[in-house]
């Protein structure tokens, strides 16, 4: 079975940058939907972007302008550059991919966002 991995989380002042990372382990991308969710302490988790297998984007309005998803088949992995962080950004990100034919869907196990001063 195909998996998905997520680095690239941390700590963070306000108004910083992070990048998180992806990573499939099989040269599969280029069949998934593929998108970024976060789940915040005692919330619901959320979706933040996706980005289909044409480039095309959508994005959570609380995150529009600050944040761009983008992916690499060739490197079999999608991104989340996150500028402009906020506290409430803080959470676990989830990388979530849904397979093309059969919507079969997959999770990473999450990294973990905090910004704070």
């Known amino acids: 079975q195909v998996q998905f991995v997520e680095s690239g989380g941390g700590l963070v002042q306000p108004g910083g940058s992070l990048r998180l990372s992806c990573a499939a382990s099989?040269?599969?991308?280029?069949?998934?939907?593929m998108g970024w969710y976060r789940q915040a302490p005692g919330k619901e988790r959320e979706l933040v972007a996706t980005?289909?297998?044409?480039?095309?984007?959508d994005y959570a309005d609380s995150v529009k302008g600050r944040f761009t998803i983008s992916r690499d088949n060739a490197k079999n992995t999608v991104s989340l550059q996150m500028n402009s962080l906020k506290p409430e950004d803080t959470a676990v990100y989830y990388c979530?991919?849904?397979?093309?034919?059969?919507?079969?869907?997959?999770w990473g196990q999450g990294t973990q966002v905090t910004v704070s001063s």
């Open positions: 979530r991919a849904v397979h093309i034919t059969t919507q079969t869907v997959n």
């Open positions: 099989e040269s599969v991308l280029w069949m998934y939907t």
């Open positions: 980005i289909t297998t044409g480039q095309s984007t």
